[in-house]
């Protein structure tokens, strides 16, 4: 007898939001840890930002956000392979191992987001037209791309420690096949953010780790689907994407 396929469809859901409660619930002060350790990374650029150095902030934050990224996504991805995270430790080596990683990744990202921003300007300053609307479509459709493509090579960095070539490559793959998942967590992104803001940022105390924790639970299942993960205690291990 088979169930229901709705039920099917759903059961890959509830279980990715169980593993991110579990590692949530079990792992909070770990995460907070780990967090901390993320916004110190982000604290120059922020500063340099909260006095309108706009420019220098920029600079500073493609130097420092990378390895707090990939410190991050060290720690994150040992959770979710279920091998118990060690906040300092995994950062640590995290920085190390893939800073250049996180820097590329952060540079993408960037970018992406800047440029419908400056159509958006440029919108206002010309007015709305066919071409203008155009052009504004095609930016935002690929913001959303190279957003969730960094997103998921995020998740391949700290799950199989990936260098930012084949990360982005196995990423832009998984974005092909499952657009709607990777805008779903894109939005989460989104969501994140204007929760933050609505409380004064104080969020930003834990969030960036529990969307870290997110991105790389949400990447392992959609890699699942493309074919079975070896348990092994290592880091380093092979992606089963082709």
Do not use: K
């Not at 909070?28 to 120059?44: D, I």
């Not at 609307?133 to 998740?155: E, K, N, R, S």
């Not at 803001?197 to 924790?213: C, D, K, R, S, T």
């Amino acid at each position: 007898m088979t169930g229901h396929p709705g039920l099917a469809r759903e059961a890959p859901a509830r279980g990715y939001w169980r593993r991110v409660g579990e590692d949530v619930a079990h792992e909070l002060p770990a995460l907070l840890g780990a967090n901390a350790l993320f916004l110190a990374w982000c604290a120059p650029a922020a500063l340099l930002l909260m006095v309108g150095a706009i420019v220098p902030a920029a600079l500073v934050a493609l130097v420092t956000l990378g390895p707090a990224l990939a410190g991050l996504a060290a720690y994150a991805g040992r959770l979710a392979r279920g091998e118990g995270g060690r906040w300092w430790q995994d950062s640590v080596t995290g920085v190390r191992a893939r800073s250049g990683t996180g820097t590329v990744l952060v540079a993408l990202g960037a970018g992406a987001m800047v440029l419908p921003v400056l159509a958006l300007r440029l919108a206002a300053a010309q007015g709305l037209t066919v071409a203008i609307v155009a052009v504004l479509t095609v930016q935002a459709l690929v913001a959303a791309f190279v957003v969730g493509a960094c997103a998921h090579a995020f998740g391949l960095v700290g799950l199989y420690g990936q260098p930012a070539g084949a990360a982005l490559r196995n990423a832009a793959i998984l974005v092909i096949r499952h657009p709607i998942a990777s805008a779903g967590l894109v939005g989460l992104g989104l969501l994140f953010m204007h929760v933050a803001q609505v409380f004064g940022w104080g969020p930003l105390v834990i969030l960036p780790a529990i969307l870290a924790v997110c991105t790389v639970h949400h990447t392992r299942r959609l890699v699942e689907d493309a074919g079975a993960i070896i348990p092994q205690p290592s880091q380093e291990r092979t992606c089963p994407l082709p």
